[in-house]
């Protein structure tokens, strides 16, 4: 078998990477994880099976390839610039609420692939695994900042506050408010935004007691 393309750098095999990307994405959000085979992605990308393992020497790497892809597709690095940019700790969580109210629901039905997949599937887990951990970094990132501006309400340290962070990037969370309860993502917004400030937020001289 001849070795994968690692970077493809002309616009054919960029185009046929991203379809064949396009293509499990498809399928997971669809089938599930286990309809994802090799054979499957080519037939939905329009490729033939040779086609998918000049770019992907497995299914694992397919898989691997997805957090990229996915990311790329709905912008995260742009959502996330308004998070990292902000002027300070306080401006910053503020604005990893604003990111979570318009990013999160974008990805609604992977998450919900990804909660009905098999434990068993090592390429899902992998998966869970790849997202979990970016999610648990930017936690880490804004509840340290918090802790280094002294804006960290007690009792929380730097890392029981980005623990929490972390757990209320809750896929049932937004599922239940937006749509068993139908708010808009502005209401969203302004309700995790005082949730948030007044869990996280220790008061700055001369704004409160």
């Excluded at 951990?133 to 960290?152: P, S, T």
């Excluded at 340290?157 to 708010?183: K, N, V």
Aim: charged letters at 30%; a negative charge.
């Amino acid at each position: 078998m001849a070795p994968a393309i690692e970077d493809p750098h002309n616009a054919r095999s960029r185009r046929t990477r991203d379809a064949l990307l396009a293509a499990t994405r498809e399928i997971l959000e669809c089938d599930g994880f286990e309809a994802l085979t090799m054979a499957e992605v080519a037939a939905r990308a329009g490729v033939s099976r040779r086609a998918v393992y000049l770019h992907f020497r497995s299914r694992t790497d397919l898989v691997t390839a997805l957090f990229g892809y996915v990311a790329d597709r709905e912008g995260l690095a742009e959502s996330l610039a308004r998070v990292w940019e902000a002027t300070n700790s306080v401006e910053a969580l503020r604005e990893w609420v604003r990111h979570l109210a318009r990013y999160h629901p974008r990805l609604t039905v992977m998450n919900h692939a990804l909660a009905r997949v098999d434990p068993s599937d090592a390429d899902a887990a992998r998966h869970k695994r790849t997202v979990a951990a970016a999610q648990l970094d930017n936690c880490r990132r804004i509840a340290g900042r918090l802790a280094e501006e002294g804006r960290l309400a007690a009792p929380w340290t730097a890392d029981t506050a980005a623990d929490m962070l972390w757990s209320l990037i809750s896929t049932d969370l937004f599922d239940r408010i937006m749509t068993e309860r139908d708010w808009p993502q502005e209401q969203v917004e302004e309700h995790l935004l005082a949730l948030y400030e007044s869990t996280f937020v220790h008061p700055a001289s001369g704004e409160g007691h």
